[in-house]
């Protein structure tokens, strides 16, 4: 999967961080969604920056967003409170947000913080992505 960071976000290389990495990934089979993969940390250092970096995506129309978590390793409670704010942000917009392969130890994070249930958690991609169609189906019942 190649990564096509300027044609989602023109400003989403700029400012670019060691301790966390993401790169955006289009779904080209479910309209809408991005794909993004984060690796390393989110903490009290780099949540602002996850944050911002996420609400250029935002602002740039992709409110429908899954994150694979696979490749952090841990989340502080300054970045489940990144996670909630943009979720506020795009559902506010009408999209919601699914993380997939959430490491045990990260999930931990969001449970204890009890925000787990506000979030489409999926064991893989593929289903993170499906799960924006059962939410629509779901909206329309």
């Known amino acids: 999967m190649n990564a096509i960071n300027v044609e989602f976000a023109p400003k989403f290389n700029e400012d670019i961080r060691d301790d966390l990495k993401l790169s955006l990934h289009p779904d080209t089979g479910s ?4 794909i993004i993969n984060l690796i390393g940390q989110i903490d009290t250092y780099s949540s602002s920056y996850f944050q911002n970096k996420i609400e250029t995506v935002i602002n740039y129309g992709y409110t429908r967003i899954v994150f694979n978590m696979a490749e952090i390793k841990f989340v502080s409670a300054m970045g489940v409170s990144s996670f909630v ?10 999209g919601h947000i699914a993380l997939a392969r959430v490491r045990k130890n990260v999930l931990e994070v969001f449970q204890l913080s009890r925000f787990v249930s506000l979030f489409t958690i999926k064991e893989d991609i593929y289903s993170a992505v499906l799960s924006f169609d059962e939410r629509e189906e779901y909206k329309d019942e």
């Open 31 to 34: 309209t809408g969604i991005i």
């Open 85 to 94: 704010n943009l979720l506020k942000t795009v559902s506010g917009r009408g």
